[in-house]
């Protein structure tokens, strides 16, 4: 019963307080990166990089600035769970920001910064920016809409718009997908080769989707969780309850943080 309790309150603590801070330090990370790429000329402008290799899950791939909103983040490839961890991913199948077509971007809305947290609050008008290794693109938004609204007309051949993407309603509890639409008011980019198709677009990198690819690290933490408390318990009878606390307590806790940190993945992306 004591480790059932804990395990939740690590959970809400690994949600709520642990995630945010994780996000701090991954964005520091990516800028750190992306800048290093933007210096060298290297910075990717399609799915794959300058040496040809598509592009790995969380790789950096352009700066977003919404400063009616606060947003200064870090985009990355790839929208499923893991991705939207270090920032608001650009989903692969779509354009890069700036580029031709209809790019899209994915945000959490409370854990891990929540950096969409306030996209339903842009108003049409409103101008932001994103930066890619070819260069500053800027877009003004057109609206905000959520199911069933009617979408944007049919982009002109060589047009660019952009959306964002992130969960609606309650924190932590999200009853559905917003969407912000954005023209492109600057210069149409060059286009970028692409691999993804939305066909081939891994169900759990859409809007809201969870994943259950690494279910099988959840069961090894439970593992690891289920024999720290059962020698913790063995321990005590033996050694006595001040000698297992010692030792015994930082490894239960490991072990029901890293369970914690494991069910992140089966909850919606955009959470």
């Given amino acids: ?4 309790v804990l395990l ?8 709520v307080v642990i995630s945010q801070l994780q996000h701090i330090e991954t964005q520091q990370r990516l800028r750190d990166a992306y800048r290093a790429q933007l210096a060298a000329g290297t910075a990717p402008v ?3 990089d300058y040496t040809g290799k598509l592009l790995r899950s969380t790789s950096p791939v352009g700066l977003l600035s919404i400063p009616q909103i606060g947003v200064d983040e870090v985009l990355v490839e790839g929208t499923d769970a893991n991705a939207l961890k270090g920032g608001p991913g650009h989903r692969r199948d779509t354009p890069l920001p700036g580029q031709p077509g209809v790019s899209v971007l994915l945000g959490r809305a409370a854990a891990y910064g929540g950096p969409f947290s306030h996209i339903q609050e842009l108003a049409p008008g409103d101008r932001f920016t994103v930066r890619t290794g070819q ?6 938004v057109i609206g905000v809409r959520y199911a069933g609204d009617p979408t ?4 002109a051949k060589g047009g660019s718009r952009l959306v964002l993407q992130s969960a609606r309603g309650p924190a932590f509890a999200p009853t559905g997908v917003v969407y912000v639409d954005a023209r492109l008011v600057s210069d149409v980019l060059d286009g970028g080769a692409r691999q993804t198709t939305y066909t081939s677009l891994p169900p759990e990198e ?10 099988w690290a959840l069961i090894f933490a439970l593992q690891f969780l289920l024999v720290a408390h059962l020698a913790a318990a063995w321990a005590r009878r033996r050694v006595g309850t001040r000698k297992t ?11 029901v943080l ?10 919606p992306n955009l959470l």
Wanted: charged residues 10%; aromatic residues 8%.
């Fill in 135 to 140: 260069g500053r693109s800027t877009f003004e």
């Fill in 206 to 215: 859409r809007a809201l989707a969870t994943d259950t690819r690494q279910v």
């Fill in 245 to 255: 606390w010692l030792v015994g307590a930082p490894v239960v806790g490991l072990a």
């Fill in 152 to 155: 944007p007309p049919a982009l």
């Fill in 258 to 267: 890293l369970t914690a940190e494991q069910i992140v993945p089966l909850l």
């Fill in 46 to 48: 399609s799915e794959a």
């Fill in 1 to 4: 019963m004591i480790v059932a």
């Fill in 8 to 15: 939740v309150f690590a959970f809400l603590a690994n949600v």
